[in-house]
Structure formats: structure tokens, C-alpha cells
């Protein structure tokens, strides 16, 4: 299954590699879900999806709740006369000033798939700040939509910084961590992630990915 967002550092690519060492468990964890690539692509009973991107998880609740009706709506932003700079930097100035909740994570999908490279980023004021993509027909993932509606049913989604969610971890939990990449010198390259599953109070199994 494939995430209805561009998200950077998406695991998609290399989601059987992942699968292939992920241990098996009650309930799936993921403490920096981001587009949610482990999530979509296993079958665990449970799940907690936990990201600290406040618009993330503000559209994941909308899709979850209203489904269809939120989709149509999105939808409504992905059109020809929608395509320009002018247009983009007018509604990337209303998604930074509206109060209006379901607007934004409408507009927040639509900045992610007009705005350059699908990147998240925010100045110090915390003013979403991407400039223009320049696509010339950017793609409406409606079936995307669709399939992480569905499989989101069950999910819990918290919207917290991962210690707390870590914390929340019982016997029995897979918890798959992919955090942020932070070089750990100027010349390191990949990331660093870790999946593990909880049979006691402590982690048993811890898989480098
Ligand atoms: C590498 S991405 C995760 C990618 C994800 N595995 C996927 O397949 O799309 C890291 C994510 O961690 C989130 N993040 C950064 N700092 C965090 C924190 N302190 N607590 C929780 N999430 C955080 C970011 O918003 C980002 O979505």
C-alpha cells in the first residue's frame, strides 16, 4: 500500500526489507510515523501512529473520521486553474493564517503535492514555507486516500513527541523508530533506525535496520 503523502525519508522504497526483519507482536508502534510506511504495508491487531507534526496528524484524523467526504473535498484544491505560483503562494498564506481546521489538512495535502520536492518545512515562526513545485499536473491520491482510510479505522493517533509515546509501550508492542536523520558527522550518510518488540518491561530484540 502506498502513502497518499510525499514525505521525506518514506520507507516505501525499502518496506520488504523491512518487513523481513520486523518482529511480530500485538500491536505495532511507531513513535515518528511520518507518512506511515511500516503501518500500511503490516497487518498488526493494533497500532499507535505518532507523529509530532501537528498538521500531519491533524489531516490523518480528518481522513480517518470522514472518509469519503474529506477526500471530495481535498480534491476540490487539485484542479488545472489551482496549478500556478500565484495560486500556491495564496493559499500557502491562507494555510499559515486560517483557524479553520478541515482547511488547513486540505491544504496541507495540497502544499505537499504542489510544493517543491513534497517537502515539510517551517520558518522560525512556524509559517509553512516551501516554495512552488512547478508540476505540471500534480497527482490527487484518491485511491491512496481511500486505502489508508480504511486501514486506519483501528489506529490510535497521537500527535506527541516520541518519549511519551515510547513510554505508553506494554509487553507484547513492536515499536518501529525512524527518526529524523541527524548526521552524526559532516561526512555520515543514511539513517539510523531501530525496530524491537517488547516481551517484558525491556526491549529483547533490537534489529538495525
Ligand atoms: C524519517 S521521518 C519518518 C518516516 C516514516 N518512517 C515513513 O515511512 O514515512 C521522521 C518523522 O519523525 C517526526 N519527528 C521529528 N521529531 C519528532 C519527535 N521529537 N517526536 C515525534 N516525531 C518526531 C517527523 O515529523 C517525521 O515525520
Known amino acids: ?6 514525505w521525506a525519508g518514506n ?8 518487513k523481513a526483519v520486523l518482529p511480530s507482536g500485538n500491536r505495532l508502534i511507531e513513535p515518528f510515523a511520518g507518512s506511515a510506511a511500516v503501518f500500511l504495508n503490516t497487518d498488526f ?3 499507535i501512529l505518532n507523529d509530532i507534526n501537528t498538521d500531519l496528524m491533524t489531516l490523518y484524523r480528518y481522513l480517518q473520521k470522514d472518509g469519503q467526504r474529506f477526500i471530495g473535498y481535498c480534491q476540490t484544491f487539485f484542479v488545472k486553474e489551482m496549478n500556478d505560483a500565484d495560486t500556491y503562494y ?3 498564506k491562507i494555510f499559515n493564517q486560517t483557524g479553520d481546521e478541515r482547511l488547513r489538512a486540505a491544504l496541507f495535502l495540497y502544499l505537499n503535492r504542489h510544493g517543491y520536492n ?3 518545512r517551517y520558518n522560525n515562526k512556524g509559517e509553512f514555507n516551501v516554495p512552488f ?8 491520491p484518491a485511491v491512496e486516500m481511500t486505502q489508508f ?26 515499536i518501529y523508530c525512524d527518526p529524523p536523520y541527524v548526521p552524526l558527522t559532516e561526512t555520515a550518510k543514511g539513517d539510523v533506525e531501530f525496530a524491537f518488540v517488547i516481551v517484558a518491561a525491556q526491549p529483547v530484540v533490537t534489529v538495525a535496520v
Not at 500500500?1 to 510525499?6: E, S, W
Not at 516505501?12 to 523491512?18: E, G, P, T, W
Request: proline share 4%.
Open 45 to 47: 491487531e493494533n497500532a
Open 1 to 6: 500500500m502506498k502513502p497518499f503523502l510525499k
Open 133 to 140: 513545485g512547478r508540476y505540471s499536473k500534480p497527482y490527487f
Open 149 to 174: 482510510h480504511q486501514k486506519i479505522q483501528t489506529a490510535t493517533l497521537t500527535n506527541r513527541n516520541f518519549v511519551e509515546i515510547m513510554e505508553m509501550a506494554r509487553s507484547g508492542d513492536v
Open 11 to 18: 520507507k516505501y522504497a525499502i518496506i520488504d526489507r523491512i
Open 118 to 120: 513534497g517537502l515539510c
Open 90 to 92: 495564496q493559499f500557502r
